[in-house]
């Protein structure tokens, strides 16, 4: 977090972000090790290995990269491959509101609205700490509102239309979707096998 020249940026909680790295390698160890322990083939243990490595080299480079810039003329959301620009005078509007998924934990967002509740950019705020978000949303000067308790994306949306896509308000469906994709190649390749054999 800082003030340069008047601008102000915002880093991810490094302390929060270096325990969620701690605990990755942590989990990694654990299930290679597990994997070398057991009755799984060994050939499974550097293929977990190096899918975890680049998840946590992933981590470490958002932690690393992730910012919110604001400037007198605009507001920079930087994630690691991604860079979103915004007008700041646009900004009329922000919804502040934490929603919850289902079997996850809540994930605060802010909301930035033009003049005609359209929305120009949203943040999650997860990596970033509470008073650093006081500080971004005092500094934009502009009315914010949002549900006062924890909702979830169907709830949300009732309240503020075209704010969450329909895969987060409909999480069973995209689940369901994606097991019945999966059943479905199962048992493809089970019938492929089966047909091979005989």
């Given at each position: 977090?800082?003030?340069?020249?008047?601008?102000l940026?915002?880093?991810?909680?490094?302390?929060?972000?270096?325990?969620?790295?701690?605990?990755?390698?942590?989990?990694?160890?654990?299930?290679?090790?597990?994997?070398?322990?057991?009755?799984?083939?060994?050939?499974?243990?550097?293929?977990?290995?190096?899918?975890?490595?680049?998840?946590?080299?992933l981590?470490?480079?958002?932690?690393?990269?992730?910012?919110?810039?604001?400037?007198?003329?605009?507001?920079?959301v930087?994630?690691?491959?991604?860079?979103?620009?915004?007008?700041?005078?646009?900004?009329?509007?922000?919804?502040?509101?934490?929603?919850?998924?289902?079997?996850?934990?809540?994930?605060?967002?802010?909301?930035?609205?033009?003049?005609?509740?359209?929305?120009?950019?949203?943040v999650?705020t997860?990596?970033?700490?509470?008073?650093?978000?006081?500080?971004?949303?005092?500094?934009?000067?502009?009315?914010?509102?949002?549900?006062?308790?924890?909702?979830?994306?169907?709830e949300?949306?009732?309240?503020?239309?075209?704010?969450?896509?329909?895969?987060e308000?409909?999480?069973?469906?995209?689940?369901?979707?994606?097991?019945?994709?999966?059943?479905?190649?199962?048992?493809?390749?089970?019938?492929v096998?089966?047909a091979?054999a005989?």
């Open positions: 977090m800082g003030d340069v020249q008047g601008d940026e915002l880093r991810p909680d490094l302390r929060a972000g270096l325990v969620m790295l701690i605990a990755m390698l942590v989990a990694t160890v654990g299930i290679v090790a597990a994997i070398l322990i057991g009755d799984a083939p060994a050939v499974f243990a550097p293929i977990v290995g190096g899918l975890f490595a680049v998840l946590i080299i981590a470490t480079g958002a932690l690393l990269s992730s910012r919110i810039i604001l400037t007198s003329n605009e507001i920079i930087r994630w690691l491959f991604i860079r979103q620009r915004r007008s700041r005078p646009r900004v009329t509007e922000v919804v502040r509101a934490t929603i919850t998924a289902p079997r996850g934990s809540p994930g605060e967002s802010l909301f930035l609205l033009d003049a005609h509740r359209n929305l120009l950019i949203r999650s997860g990596a970033y700490r509470r008073e650093d978000l006081d500080r971004l949303v005092k500094a934009l000067g502009v009315p914010c509102d949002g549900p006062d308790h924890p909702v979830n994306a169907n949300f949306a009732q309240t503020y239309p075209g704010l969450v896509s329909w895969a308000r409909h999480p069973y469906r995209i689940a369901f979707a994606v097991a019945g994709v999966i059943c479905a190649a199962v048992m493809a390749l089970a019938l096998s089966i091979t005989s």
